[in-house]
């Protein structure tokens, strides 16, 4: 009896771990929070996929999957300060735009545009975790490069902009190609300019993507900015070199005409990829709205496509029957791969960074370190209401209900020195709990205008800080101890760093901060870990 117990135990773990280790259906999206633009290629069974990254360090993030849904960040293009220099005083939403990911030869290509630095260029690597090539910088202008090559061989560049000099609409813009010679490392032979758009007035013509199939060429674009009416256009043609003409039913995939009420909004900026199974897959930007807010900005959402003839042209239906993203749906028929989660708390054992944590633009000089088992941070002159690189280490926020908090010891010197925990969006919006000499202060900065929201007397070294963020609210606390918090300021408004307030590409982060406030020190600000957990029980 207590073998046939035994042997029935065995048989309803094995079942149910099974069930619960393959299911039917993926959520939406795929990659939650700031990942935006994102871009994909196969290189046999594995997926890469690669989203902007702006002011943020390092850059490009890169992530990897077997089935189109588990998704592990495995490293970033730029990782070296000096492989990409972003200029000092770098502003808000500048940087790295949009990148292409294309893998030929052997060899995995990475094409950009560094807004504000040198224009477009693209970096190489035979793992696609790197490291990456210093950079091939291109004689070209606009954003969204591409890269394509033709079964004989050649590779061409699509890029961004309007090369014709006609500019009979508001803002006309288009797609463009040029032969790149990947030997030489740079454009070669005529331009041609491919589309203007879909049609007379179509607006902000963006991230062209050029694939061939069934012996035609398509052309997918984004049109209509990266907001409401965003959208992905199709254009087909006989020759790479065109005439491309735009498909008379675009756009081919858009959330616009759902109206602004509809929970996923802002669809658009679509790569394709063809899955080892000859399914079709598409990868886009979107954005979440709840309580009238998009908390965590463009992410990246997964839906399935299907090619229908029409007069001889292959025409990509986005996620047919049904015509728009939905929130969780049939995955693909690929293994179920999940990857090992990340652990909520960092407790920074490990000699390096984890790759979750990004800094806010180039760290030129060494302010940190990992000691005996704590992140270390230098106090030091730069805050960040400016366009400068402060010290401040944080992690995206991802889930629209988390809770985030961190054990500082740290003993301010005098009145300007501060360290705590901070939610950042950009230089203007933003919101920090920080440990003075007597005190402790919870500020909010809403563009541009900072205010001091609450402040309590403490005067002991070490302290626990936590935020917990239920979409557009927050309460902040502290306590001498994990178990005797004590909220501060009561609740706090969590929109200030939303798309709808604070605007700009980026996205909300949330991590450690310290500052000196324009004064030198050797302070340090000593946090022994961070722990970042989803608490929302309906997207686990």
């Known amino acids: 009896m207590k073998k046939t117990c035994t042997y029935l135990f065995c048989l309803i773990v094995a079942v149910t771990f099974g069930q619960n280790s393959s299911p ?49 960040l495995i490293g970033y293009g730029i990782t070296r300060p000096e492989q990409v220099p972003l200029p000092k005083g770098l502003k808000d939403s500048r940087g790295i735009y949009a990148v292409t990911i294309r893998h030929h030869d052997g060899v995995f290509y990475l094409i950009t545009t560094c807004v504000n630095c040198e224009g477009n260029f693209y970096v190489t690597a035979t793992n696609p975790a790197g490291p990456w090539s210093n950079p091939v910088w291109l004689n070209s202008n606009g954003i969204d490069p591409s890269l394509f090559w033709d079964e004989d061989g050649k590779c061409y560049y699509t890029g961004h902009g ?27 032979g005529p331009k041609k300019q491919l589309t203007h758009g879909y049609a007379k007035n179509a607006r902000w013509t963006e991230g062209p993507h050029l694939y061939k199939k069934d012996g035609k060429y398509l052309l997918l674009v984004a049109e209509g900015g990266t907001g409401f009416h965003h959208s992905v256009t199709l254009h087909h043609s006989d020759s790479v070199w065109g005439p491309y003409i735009p498909y008379h039913s675009n756009p081919v995939m858009s959330h616009r005409q759902l109206g602004q009420d509809f929970p996923v909004h802002s669809v658009g900026h ?55 993203l939905l929130m969780e749906q049939k995955r693909p028929n690929l293994p179920w791969t999940p990857f090992k989660k990340v652990a909520a708390r960092d407790e920074f054992d490990s000699k390096d960074l984890a790759l ?6 180039t760290p030129y ?21 400016s366009l400068v690189n402060p ?52 500020f909010a900065t809403k563009k541009g205008k900072r205010q001091e929201m609450a402040r309590v007397p403490f005067k ?14 927050s309460t902040f606390s502290y306590g001498t101890s994990e178990s005797n918090y004590k909220t501060i300021g009561g ?26 406030n324009g004064e030198k020190t050797k302070s340090i600000a000593s946090f022994d870990w961070f722990e970042y957990k989803n608490v929302d029980k309906e997207n686990e």
Not at 365 to 385: C, F, H, S, V
Not at 460 to 470: A, H, Y
């Open 460 to 473: 002991g070294k070490e302290v626990f800080l936590k935020i917990e963020g239920d979409n557009i609210r």
């Open 24 to 72: 039917e259906t993926y959520k939406n999206p795929v990659l939650s929070g700031f990942y935006p633009d994102p871009s994909i290629c196969r290189v046999g069974d594995d997926y890469y996929m690669v989203n902007s990254s702006f002011e943020w360090f390092p850059g490009m993030p890169i992530h990897h999957s077997k089935d189109l849904v588990n998704w592990e």
């Open 270 to 324: 679509a790569d394709l990829i063809q899955t080892q199974n000859n399914e079709w897959w598409s990868v886009m930007l979107g954005k979440r709205k709840k309580e009238n807010f998009s908390l965590l900005a463009r992410e990246t959402f997964l839906t399935p496509v299907k090619f229908e003839n029409e007069e001889g042209y292959p025409i990509p239906v986005f996620n047919p029957g049904v015509g728009h």
């Open 356 to 361: 979750e944590w990004n800094f806010l633009r």
């Open 391 to 442: 010290s401040l280490i944080v992690r995206r926020i991802q889930h629209h209900k988390f809770e985030a908090s961190t054990h500082l010891e740290f003993e301010a010197k005098n009145a300007k020195e501060q360290a705590g925990i901070a939610v950042y969006r950009n230089s203007t919006n933003h919101i920090q709990l920080v440990k003075e000499k007597n005190d402790l202060v919870l």
């Open 491 to 516: 609740i706090q408004d969590l929109s200030i760093v939303s798309d709808e307030v604070a605007g700009g590409f980026s996205g909300p982060y949330v991590g450690m901060y310290a500052t000196s």
């Open 162 to 188: 309007n090369i014709s000099g006609v500019n009979d609409w508001p803002d006309k813009n288009g797609a463009w190609i040029q032969e790149l010679d990947t030997k030489q490392g740079k454009l070669i």
């Open 365 to 385: 000089t060494k302010w940190y370190a990992i000691e005996k088992g704590a992140l270390k941070m230098n106090l030091r002159p730069e805050i960040m209401d």
